[in-house]
């Protein structure tokens, strides 16, 4: 099946540890994004990847850390200096980023920092 | 840096009743597209829109790209218990490669 997966589903961690979130696709999206959604807050992008080896900040990059090393693989880390880590994950990919690019969303990972 | 706003935030419809949530941007968009997310579950892709004034739809679903694209709507016509969700919009921004979301509407639907 095609599709983009994350894992796991849900990831507790003790305050102070660095967490990595899979996010992985055999799409054969070019793009990938990672999302985080809270409460009345919508989906806040941290980052986002047009191609292999390369990624851009989004607007709440703090505290997170990315690699696309291979063209599946998008994983997210958040670091101890993510102030705020408790919230639900959304990794999704397109095909690209021209105009006709619809994402796809894996079925997200939450996490609980305690 | 580019925002997208989103509103109402919550709303609450009888079953039978209309509902319409509105997007607009700081800035122009490329295109704009809408996303359901249904309690517990992640956002699934419904529809683009790329021209300028653009209308579609989708059975009782209306969608809209203002004439500037930098605002959006989408309309349901008589509600239903399976509409319940959380509709995002989305805009592609001008230079490419930021997908920027708005906050959503929760849709609530009694029966």
């Known amino acids: 099946d095609g599709g983009i997966t994350q894992s796991p589903k849900y990831l507790f961690r003790k305050e102070g540890q660095n967490v990595t979130l899979s996010c992985e696709q055999n799409?054969?999206?070019?793009?990938m994004y990672w999302y985080r959604q809270d409460p009345g807050q919508g989906l806040r992008l941290i980052y986002y990847?047009?191609?292999?080896?390369?990624?851009q900040k989004g607007d709440i990059a703090e505290g997170y850390s990315v690699s696309r090393e291979k063209k599946e693989s998008f994983p997210l880390t958040v670091t101890s200096a993510q102030k705020n880590p408790t919230a639900f994950y959304l990794c999704?990919?397109?095909?690209?980023?021209?105009?006709?690019?619809?994402?796809?969303f894996g079925q997200g990972t939450r996490l609980t920092v305690v | 840096g580019q925002q997208v706003m989103q509103i109402p935030q919550y709303q609450h419809v009888q079953e039978g009743e209309d509902f319409t949530t509105y997007c607009n941007s700081s800035?122009?968009?490329?295109?704009i597209q809408w996303y359901k997310q249904r309690p517990g579950g992640h956002p699934v892709f419904l529809i683009q829109?790329?021209?300028?004034?653009e209308v579609k739809k989708q059975k009782r679903l209306t969608f809209q790209f203002g004439e500037a694209k930098k605002n959006s709507s989408l309309h349901i016509t008589a509600t239903q218990t399976t509409d319940v969700g959380t509709y995002f919009c989305?805009?592609?921004?001008?230079?490419?490669?930021?997908?920027?979301f708005g906050q959503g509407t929760e849709l609530s639907v009694k029966p």
């Open positions: 800035t122009t968009l490329s295109n």
């Open positions: 829109l790329v021209k300028s004034g």
């Open positions: 799409l054969n999206h070019d793009a």
């Open positions: 990847s047009q191609i292999v080896n390369d990624f």
């Open positions: 989305a805009g592609l921004d001008n230079q490419g490669g930021k997908l920027i």
């Open positions: 999704a990919s397109s095909i690209g980023t021209g105009l006709d690019t619809e994402a796809f």
